[in-house]
């Protein structure tokens, strides 16, 4: 079955530095998602991404973030300036459609800002 | 700001017992999934219910969506040490934009 792999599984990085984590979607899926979990807390939404643009954003997803699809493929979330409170699990999911059909998560990324 | 709010966020049962999982959320939505997630792991996709009066089940998992009530429900029916995990609720605010919910904690007790 078709998955949402994501690598690193586990990057740690000094604050202040830029980290990019890498996601590779299921590849007939259209939406595209980022989302991070500290540690024992609830999910949270971080950006969804559609025909090579931002479809959404919360409030967390600030000018330190970015996200690219720099090819058919991969499809990246970069911080540019990392802090302490950027450190947690950050999965990417995909979906076939933005609405009705049930979104796929990668295994996640955890980073770990020192 | 949508809130979307779990109870119980922890929940001890015993195996064969039937217990139910309320979402509660704050704003307008007739979109709500249901994940599953094993500690460590990633989420697992259980529900995705679109509309005001649906029911949906597998195995021992049974989700619904009140609309009107901006509420939902996992009712798990006689319930086994496999179901142990964290179920999260997830409201799809604007079209593309998701909330979840604070998670349950579920364990059964042999």
């Known amino acids: 079955e078709p998955e949402v792999t994501q690598t690193p599984s586990h990057q740690v990085t000094q604050m202040g530095q830029e980290v990019i984590l890498r996601c590779v979607p299921i590849s007939n899926h259209l939406y595209f998602y980022w989302y991070r979990q500290i540690l024992g807390q609830k999910v949270e939404f971080l950006v969804s991404?559609?025909?090579?643009?931002?479809?959404?954003k919360s409030e967390i997803f600030d000018d330190q973030f970015s996200v690219e699809r720099p090819d058919g493929s991969n499809f990246t979330l970069k911080i540019r300036s990392t802090k302490l409170e950027d450190s947690a699990m950050y999965f990417c999911?995909?979906?076939?459609?933005?609405?009705?059909?049930?979104?796929?998560f990668g295994d996640g990324t955890r980073l770990s800002i020192l | 700001e949508l809130k979307v709010e779990q109870n119980p966020l922890f929940l001890s049962m015993q195996e064969g017992k039937n217990y139910t999982i309320y979402c509660n959320y704050s704003t307008t939505s007739d979109r709500l999934y249901w994940y599953r997630q094993d500690p460590g792991k990633s989420l697992e996709s259980l529900f995705v219910?679109?509309?005001?009066?649906a029911v949906k089940q597998e195995g021992r998992l049974m989700a619904s969506l009140d609309t009107k009530a901006r509420l939902s429900t996992l009712h798990i029916t006689a319930a086994v040490h496999d179901l142990s995990a964290t179920y999260f609720c997830a409201v799809d605010y604007t079209g593309n934009q998701f909330y979840f919910g604070t998670g349950t904690s579920l364990t059964v007790i042999p």
């Open positions: 219910l679109l509309s005001n009066g």
């Open positions: 999911a995909s979906s076939v459609d933005a609405v009705g059909q049930p979104q796929h």
């Open positions: 991404f559609y025909n090579n643009e931002i479809s959404e």
